[in-house]
């Protein structure tokens, strides 16, 4: 299948997971994964369309990063290392994985070095799974008023990842239980300002995370092929 036969199949699902839950396609962004292909499938990629595009690691984005550039809107969607910060502020423009005090001060420290404010996500491990990053869902009020310290960061809504299921409908709870902690987390006030964004979905369960609220996908072997 070809990049753009995938792209239009994906817009597809998108718009008729849209039409099921009440939901205007305007509020779901689509963030190509670009990690498990080529320079220039990524290339490909961008120039099919697909502005935002999702690494995990700097290691494996730098080159195309530095052909790609402005070209694409880049999202830091992995694990991140406090000592690789200083490789991704400035050239991310979102950072999704935002876990822990540590990492909020490094960026923090980076980002007033370069006189800019960094958009960040702030990963909940929902469903609890020893093998994922991210807050309990417990941790996520006390953490957010902690934030308070580092003025240089800007949570603009939260992130998760499901546990890989083989009916994407058991990916549910974990995607509701996301948009649960958003609004509880708004509702509250820890942050000063309200977040409205929720990154949850992937190849295998987007439709559900749009039905239950997901303003950005992350969206790779669907879209983007897979190679290697």
């Given at each position: ?128 799974e020893e093998s994922k990053h991210g807050l309990a869902p417990e941790q996520l009020l006390p953490f957010a ?84």
């Amino acid at each position: 299948m070809s990049m753009q036969e995938r792209i239009r199949l994906v817009e597809s699902r998108i718009a008729q997971a849209c039409e099921r839950s009440g939901r205007s396609r305007e509020q779901v962004n689509v963030i190509a994964v670009t990690k498990y292909v080529s320079l220039e499938t990524a290339r490909a990629a961008v120039d099919a369309g697909l502005r935002h595009v999702g690494e995990n690691r700097w290691q494996d984005a730098q080159a195309k990063w530095e052909s790609i550039g402005t070209d694409a809107v880049w999202h830091f969607i992995g694990h991140l290392q406090s000592n690789k910060v200083k490789d991704v502020v400035g050239k991310f423009a979102y950072i999704h994985s935002l876990d822990r005090l540590s990492l909020a001060k490094e960026l923090d420290r980076q980002a007033e070095k370069q006189g800019i404010t960094v958009d960040c996500f702030v990963q909940v491990n929902v469903s609890g799974e020893e093998s994922k990053h991210g807050l309990a869902p417990e941790q996520l009020l006390p953490f957010a008023e902690q934030l308070a310290a580092y003025p240089r960061i800007r949570v603009v809504g939260l992130m998760t990842m499901a546990p890989y299921e083989a009916e994407a409908e058991a990916t549910r709870p974990v995607f509701r239980g996301l948009r649960e902690l958003r609004d509880r987390l708004n509702a509250s006030g820890a942050l000063g300002y309200g977040v409205e964004h929720l990154s949850m979905g992937m190849s295998g369960d987007f439709e559900v995370a749009i039905e239950e609220g997901a303003t950005w996908i992350r969206l790779g072997t669907v879209l983007v092929g897979k190679e290697g």
